[in-house]
């Protein structure tokens, strides 16, 4: 039961060879979501080892070149392995028209449906038995979105022993796993917690970029497991920050705090600085549990069951 | 007086983290002249440290994804760092609407000369005062050009100690840079052998890829100093090869071995080889100063005068 996220690309609108563009692979259950696809991403998917075939879902935050310029390579490359799956992109703006303009459509061996978000508040843009995928707008010079993804409420766990002893059948079970009771024939009422565990927790990461700071963004990314948050800058350049629709360091660190999230990544940071320490320092004395990402970082959730009830 | 050539992308359709797409750099005389640019091209540039602002030329050969892809990420690069000098592209094929399908022309901060290219037979399509570039049609399964580039030719160098020793004035070395002999006023001939030295020989590269082998090539690619082919397949795929448009191993050499070319350098090797020795092999069999390249190989044409005729 997998929950990871690889990172592709950490830099800002400059990519350099040690830090690409802006792209990270979700990793929920072996089924991958690859948010942003900045240049160079097939050749970062090659290199830390994740399969073409397994990605369906790609998620484009905005239109600056920097997020979405891999698409070309991608698509074509997918092409060229004979894809034959179905594959979804979302994105704000005609995108489609972008991708179109450059590739020629007949010659795309699988077929691609653009999905063009355009709407105010959170909303869910996919949803599986398993997983649900939301997107609300950001703050930037353009339309952009955030991702959250994060596992459905799951059931409790039957104790597998429980079945031959109690002669458990599937609606009992079904019954047990959403937290109800049993009564044996000769009457005796057995305990939910004597026949199951709670269930694990629904794990959670949230993606934001590229953003400048705003009310409402608390709101969206409260209590997740991973929040990834744009630090284009230190604290010093907050004018620059406002003028370019970015955050520094310390807004990055306001919203964690503030939203009471697990753990903090950030990135997207600006080639102005030849070492990130500074960010990450600024960011780290606000926000303990931050990290400050490099390309090929794998950040994992791992399971963790709920507690029962008193 | 440099002349060298730096691989930023050996691969073919397929990049990897060890192998880009397509891009060559041709440094001549510090100008220094983009050769196609696959996907991560900027990338590349930054990692072998090749200034952006001395790019003023980029030839791209055809619009197949992995010989232009990256100059999305070019242009806005150059933009983003505020780039004021023209940029000239020459290609075949709609390029223009592809760029600005994808960004926005009024974003861009310099002027953008597109250069469609069109014709049959061998044409100059660059001159200045010491380099030409030339370029002319292959087979491929779209329109697609090669670029042969060369000093021009170059006037003798005057021996500096015989100006003061004879008096010689501007006109006079004009003419001695040009061959003539010279007459002093006592009516003294003195050889233009013993006032001049030969001239450095012109030097000349050509990049030739993607093709299929034609007559033809060979008259453009004559006497090159170094040829650069593509060999995307070992000689026993010749059929895939025809098929696709491409190259093998021996299609390569029986080039360079029919129009004298002094080296020959090898790429666009196809990503089913997971060691590119059986290609290099079976052309260095047939053409000895085979070079198989690599992404950061530099390969220099050094400085050789010409002979005094006898």
């Keep these: 039961m997998s929950f990871n996220?690889?990172?592709?690309?950490?830099?800002?609108?400059?990519p350099t060879s040690k830090r690409f563009s802006s792209a990270h692979v979700v990793n929920i259950h072996e089924r991958f979501f690859l948010v942003d696809c900045g240049e160079g991403t097939q050749i970062q998917l090659r290199k830390f080892k994740i399969s073409f075939a397994k990605i369906n879902h790609i998620f484009i935050t905005h239109l600056h070149g920097d997020h979405f310029f891999g698409l070309f390579g991608v698509i074509s490359s997918f092409s060229l392995l004979g894809r034959k799956n179905d594959l979804h992109i979302y994105s704000p703006g005609n995108l489609q028209n972008k991708i179109y303009s450059v590739i020629n459509k007949k010659e795309i061996s699988?077929?691609?449906?653009?999905?063009?978000?355009?709407?105010?508040?959170?909303?869910?843009?996919?949803?599986?038995?398993?997983?649900?995928?939301?997107?609300?707008?950001?703050?930037?010079?353009?339309?952009?979105?955030?991702?959250?993804?994060?596992?459905k409420h799951k059931e409790r766990n039957i104790i597998k022993e429980q079945i031959p002893?109690?002669?458990l059948g599937i609606k009992d079970i079904l019954r047990i796993k959403q937290g109800k009771d049993f009564?044996?024939?000769?009457?005796?009422?057995?305990?939910?917690?004597?026949?199951?565990?709670?269930?694990?927790?629904?794990?959670s990461y949230a993606y934001c970029?590229?953003?400048?700071?705003?009310?409402?963004?608390?709101?969206?990314?409260?209590?997740v497991d991973i929040l990834y948050h744009e630090a284009t800058f230190a604290k010093d350049l907050k004018d620059i920050a406002e003028i370019t629709g970015h955050s520094t360091s310390e807004d990055a660190a306001n919203v964690a705090n503030k939203a009471n999230v697990k753990k903090l990544l950030i990135g997207h940071f600006s080639t102005r600085y030849k070492s990130t320490n500074i960010i990450y320092e600024e960011t780290k004395a606000l926000f303990e549990n931050t990290f400050a990402i490099n390309d090929g970082d794998v950040f994992s959730?791992?399971?963790?069951?709920?507690?029962?009830?008193q």
Aim: hydrophobic share 35%; proline share 5%; aromatic share 12%.
């Design 5 to 14: 996220i690889t990172i592709l690309g950490s830099s800002s609108a400059l």
């Design 110 to 151: 699988f077929n691609i449906f653009f999905h063009r978000l355009s709407h105010e508040g959170k909303e869910v843009i996919y949803e599986s038995k398993s997983i649900e995928v939301s997107a609300f707008p950001l703050k930037h010079r353009i339309e952009t979105y955030a991702y959250f993804f994060k596992e």
């Design 183 to 203: 009564i044996t024939k000769e009457g005796k009422l057995i305990k939910n917690t004597d026949l199951s565990v709670p269930p694990f927790k629904s794990r």
């Design 165 to 167: 002893k109690y002669g």
């Design 301 to 309: 959730i791992p399971l963790e069951r709920e507690q029962n009830k």
């Design 209 to 223: 970029s590229d953003t400048k700071p705003f009310n409402g963004l608390v709101n969206f990314v409260e209590n």
